[in-house]
């Protein structure tokens, strides 16, 4: 069985797409419909559908022209449309495909016929929104390294990746650790840096000093240290 | 009289022969004839970056200072080792490395005095252009000696807290010797740091200038280890840092 789906049935013919719903909702899923392409194209930018069913022959836009501006649309154009029609054209069928249609549902639509295609549809649907949903994961881990680089990551970046139970998942919560084990290490570090003066203490290094300087041999080096040096005059 | 540069760290361990070693040879590749000193006769190693094995140490600097042999004798021209075409020299007074020679050093010591006439020899002998000696960490009777009589003086640390104090002292006694030039050149220096604020941080707390900072890396660590690295990695970017220093030192 597969799951609810949300369709747009775009028909003008009130019969065809009180038809079509019903035979849709039978099969479980949930249907809105348009009775022409303006409302059809204004449904789609309003909410999001599995798949639409589209009547070809309509008033201006026709099912040509609201296909063409959804397969230009990036945000619908992976949109599974099925066109239907009564026509029986080959030649038809032919540039719907071409211009990115699923499948093509003849008239007198067989109820049988439409759950195949509806399921094939839904099916391929939700494949490639997995496959989307992976690459754009496999972005947000490109862009965090891009990040570590820039000195700009945020762990917390990564938890929606990191949740996943698969190798991407897995590859994000390792790069999430090493991260913050590199960034602790630089803070460690930095903080270090950070207390080079304060750490030397002064009056410590003074003792040392004098314990060096007070000694005889360090007073006779010093006394005879520009005899020791006679190139820096003589140069 | 050809400048004398001391290169010297309060601790062990910090580069200092590797930085000497590598100055050396970039005065050598400008036509400048360099004498190197292994002053460090305690714990000696400079030898092993000129590829010089114990065998063909004929004579050492331990021999010139136990009245064995004229310091001459103890210079070894290692040029060969670094490149045949180097349009300068390099003079080598490698310290022993055989083990009863530095158990005698440890017990006897030496009249650390002979150091600085041995220098002076040596220059004359060998018309050196600079001379440079690699001192032995911390502040004994010879590395007083060593900066005392040098015009130029390099102190090597590394930029943690164990070397702050200590570097420190080395400063101060230095400027008590009234030596005329002094850098100082931070190594070991890990890669997070930011260079311009570690140079900046370091120059201000001991008011004097840094030479260079220079990278940790393990890929250097294993580089360093083999030999002269400015001649292996003529183009890496640490041979720029080592020539800033050598220019620093010459300017």
Redesign the interface.
Known sequence: MEARASALVVDDDPINRMLLSKSLEQQGHRVMMAENGLEALAALQAQPFDVVLLDVLMPEPDGYEVLARLKEDPGLRHVPVIMVSALEDTQCVVRCIEMGAEDYLPKPFDPVLLRARINGCLTRKRLHDLELEYMEQVGHVVHAAAAVEDGAFRPDSLDRVAGRGDALGQLARVFQRMAREVEL??QA??R??QQ??I????A???R??AA??ETD??QD??R??DE?????E?? | MAPILSIHSFRGGTGKSNLAANVATLLAAEGRRIGVVDADIQSPGIHVLFGMSQDAMRRSLNDYLWGRCPIGDAAHDVTSSLDEGLAGRVFLVPSSINPSDIARVMQEGYDVSLLNTGVRHLIKELGLDTLIIDTHPGLNEETLLSIAICDALVIVMRPDQQDYEGTSVAVSVARKLRVPRMVLVVNKTPTVFDVAEVKERVERAYGCEVAAVLPHADELMVLSSGGVFVTRYPAHPVTALYKQVASCLTA
């Open positions: 290490r630089e570090l930095k270090q840096v080079l003066r750490e030397i203490d002064g410590r290094a003074a040392q000093v060096i300087t041999y360090f080096l010093q005879k240290v020791l040096r006679p190139r820096s003589a140069d």
